[in-house]
Structure formats: C-alpha cells, structure tokens
C-alpha cells in the first residue's frame, strides 16, 4: 500500500506545531471516509513507531490520519530533562483544539467527519477538546490512555469512546474502568488479554489497530 503523506505546520497560539497529513492510497481520486486527528503520549511525537502503525492500518480502510507534535521542538527539549509539558493536559488541550480548528478549514479535509485517537497522557487531551469541539469531534478512542487527565471535561465528552487497555497495566485499567464510569457518552472497554502499558507483545498493536479501526468506521 502507497500512503500519501503532505508535511503541514498548523499555528496553535503563537507557536507552529509539525505535522504530518497521511492519506489512503486511493487519495485523490477517492476521498478518505474520516480523519483522525492523533494526540502522542509522553515524550513521543508525529514519528511515533506505535502510533504511526495504527495510522497505516486506519489508511487502509480508508482514513485518513493526522499526526501532530503537540509541543514545538524546544519544548521537547526541556520536557525530556524536566518533564514539565508532559503531564500540562491544558496545554496540550489547547494544541488539539487548534489542531481540530485547522483540520475544518483545511480544503483537503473539507467535509469529513473527525475523530481523535489518543495515547497514554495524549487520550486526556484527545477527549478534552473532543469535549470543547463536539460538533466537530465524532468519536474518540483511547489506548492505554490517561482519560483522568482530562478533568472534569471527560463528563462533557459526547462523541462515542472506545478505551483500550492492556490486561497487564493495571493501575491504567483501573483508571480506565473509572473513567467509562463516569463519561455519559456512549462507551466501550476493550481489554486487549497479554498486554501492558506500550502494547509490544506479537499481535497487541494489531488488535488495537482492528479495534479502533471498526469504532471509526462504526461512528464517522
């Protein structure tokens, strides 16, 4: 499969964040059926091996894929010492947010339904502005996400939210379990048996790749 990539750089205030603009391989001559708007997890960014994987499997149904840094490369720099972006999930709220305003004035992406996909501390700013952009965020789906992150924005979320999770990361699935407890949108737990935190066990990022897939196309 040849996926289309155009290299972007979307303004979130006062800074510019990279970003990387994955198309299926029928682009153009097919639109893509939905875009998912990536939000990475500690100390990751656009180049994510994890999260470029299930980017790939999304194009070949279709999707199309942003994947976004969050934090500009100065500010990699300093969380890798201090780690003090990291765990600022208003911050990284609002670069999703600018993120999701940029994908709805992008003429390539115009008239596609968006969801967001987030990992580890990235799924709590994935359903934080998921919460402030309602009409335009569709569905959500976490994997071995931080959905506490978000606050009290997680009981505001009503776009549909699939939350995946390692059954050997324990202390992230019992975060999990509260967190579809207390969200009011419609939702699911998938366990993926075998896994922990990353997902490196043979077949773990496959199986989140289907499940995800299956809740985009299911709600976008």
């Given amino acids: 499969m040849t996926t289309t990539t155009v290299a972007c750089r979307i303004p979130a205030d006062g800074v510019v964040l990279g970003a990387d603009l994955l198309f299926p391989d029928r682009y153009p001559a097919q639109s893509p059926t939905g875009v998912i708007l990536f939000a990475h997890g500690t100390g990751s960014s656009r180049f994510s091996p994890r999260n470029r994987a299930v980017a790939a499997a999304l194009n070949r149904i279709g999707l199309a894929a942003v994947l976004t840094d969050l934090l500009t490369d100065d500010e990699e720099q300093i969380d890798e010492h201090t780690a003090q972006f990291r765990f600022d999930v208003h911050l990284l709220t609002e670069r999703m947010i600018s993120v999701i305003d940029w994908a709805t004035e992008e003429p390539s992406l115009s008239g596609l339904r968006f969801g967001t996909f987030g990992a580890s501390t990235g799924a709590g700013a994935a359903l934080a502005s998921a919460a402030y952009r309602p009409s335009a965020v569709r569905a959500v789906v976490s994997r071995g996400g931080r959905p506490d992150l ?34 009011s949108a419609p939702s699911q737990l998938h366990i993926v048996e075998g896994a922990t935190h990353l997902f490196p066990e043979p077949g773990a990022l496959k199986e989140v790749s289907k499940q995800a897939g299956m809740w985009f196309e299911q709600y976008l």
């Fill in 150 to 183: 978000a606050g009290p924005a997680l009981e505001e979320v009503q776009a549909p939210t699939l939350f995946i999770v390692g059954s050997k990361d324990p202390i992230v699935l019992e975060l999990n379990q509260e967190a579809q407890s207390v969200i």
